[in-house]
Each structure stands twice: as structure tokens, then as C-alpha cells.
């Protein structure tokens, strides 16, 4: 329901390649929030270049991820229904799981 690999949408819309027109977090709960309140698109995941982790992209043209981050974190964000939320973070733990399992296949073959 919620979507596909960064790798698959990058081929499908050029647009993820500007970088001015995503926003990322590593935040899990702050992403599951995202995807279930529909703030923001979601994009995909990709390893961290910064951190031992995962980073999740959205689709941001306006600009509003680091507002709608700043909400959450200071408890004015949206209420979300929790069935939304938790079915969010399944998937994003999925995709977390898959991303990392990809990379340490891609470790071993070189």
C-alpha cells in the first residue's frame, strides 16, 4: 500500500533527483506519522550517508518537512488514527529490513 524503493521511483520521476525537492528523516515514528497522515509522499529509503541507518525520503515541493518535523517533536502535530500509524511502521521496518539485508548481500559479493 504504501509504496516502492527509492530505486524504482527514481526511475519512474527524474524529480527525486533534486535534492531541494525531498525531505529526509531517519526518524522512523516521525516517518510512519508522515505516510499515515499523508503531510508529505513518501519516496522511498536509502541508506544513510551520514549515519549507520536508514533514511526515509518524501516528496517535499514546498518545503513543509522541517515544520511538520518541528510539530512532532514539540507535540502539535496532527492526531493520526493509530491503526494508520502502526500499519505505517510495519512498513517502513520492512523497508528498513530490506534495505539492510540488500546492502550486506551487496558487502559479501565484492
Known amino acids: 500500500m504504501f509504496l516502492r524503493s527509492v530505486d524504482a521511483a527514481a526511475r519512474e520521476d527524474s524529480s527525486i533527483r533534486k535534492p531541494d525537492l525531498l525531505f529526509s528523516t531517519s526518524n ?26 536508514v ?19 514539540t507535540r502539535n502535530a496532527d492526531p493520526v488514527n493509530p491503526n494508520t500509524l ?7 521496518k520492512s523497508e528498513v529490513t530490506r534495505i539492510k539485508v540488500g546492502s550486506a548481500n551487496v558487502k559479501h559479493v565484492l
Open 28 to 53: 522512523t515514528h516521525f516517518a510512519s506519522y508522515l505516510i499515515a497522515t499523508g503531510k508529505l509522499q513518501y519516496r522511498g529509503a536509502r541508506l544513510s550517508e551520514i549515519h549507520d541507518g
Open 55 to 73: 533514511e526515509f525520503l518524501f516528496a517535499d515541493e514546498t518545503g513543509i518537512g522541517t515544520q511538520l518535523q518541528r510539530d512532532f517533536k
Open 86 to 92: 502502526f500499519e505505517a511502521l510495519g512498513f517502513l
